[in-house]
Nanobody, 125 residues
Framework: QVQPVESGGGLVQAGGSLRLSCAAS????????MGWFRQAPGNEREIVAA????????YYADSVKGQFTISRENAKNTVYLQMNSLKPEDTAVYCC??????????????????WGQGTQVTVSS
């Protein structure tokens, strides 16, 4: 059973930084996309960033370009999200997602097969 597990969320002041981690157990995903999504209250789930494999060109939502950095460590089946210059509007539950196939789209939540429980990120003004 594949189970991504996130960690690293919390409460931070505006302008601060957080680093989220997501470890996926159950099988190896070195060639499969891993991504981060977020959902704020009353909003749809949206993609934040995704990465096909370590060293590939990352995808970022326009709202986080230059602010967030996604990376992954294949040996640990882990993906990270470094979030800098955080703003109150970044407040959301952040979820890690893993796609079981290495090909095809990886921009939409429906492209992914395995989801973590999510971790709360709260940015105070």
């Amino acid at each position: 059973q594949v189970q991504p597990v996130e960690s690293g969320g919390g409460l931070v002041q505006a302008g601060g930084s957080l680093r989220l981690s997501c470890a996926a157990s159950g099988r190896t995903f070195s060639s499969c996309p891993m991504g981060w999504f977020r959902q704020a209250p009353g909003n749809e789930r949206e993609i934040v960033a995704a990465l096909r494999w370590s060293g590939a060109t990352p995808y970022y939502a326009d709202s986080v370009k230059g602010q967030f950095t996604i990376s992954r460590e294949n040996a640990k089946n882990t993906v990270y999200l470094q979030m800098n210059s955080l703003k109150p509007e970044d407040t959301a539950v952040y979820c890690c997602a893993v796609k079981s196939a290495f090909s095809g789209s990886y921009y939409y939540s429906t492209d992914y097969d395995y989801w973590g429980q999510g971790t709360q990120v709260t940015v105070s003004s």
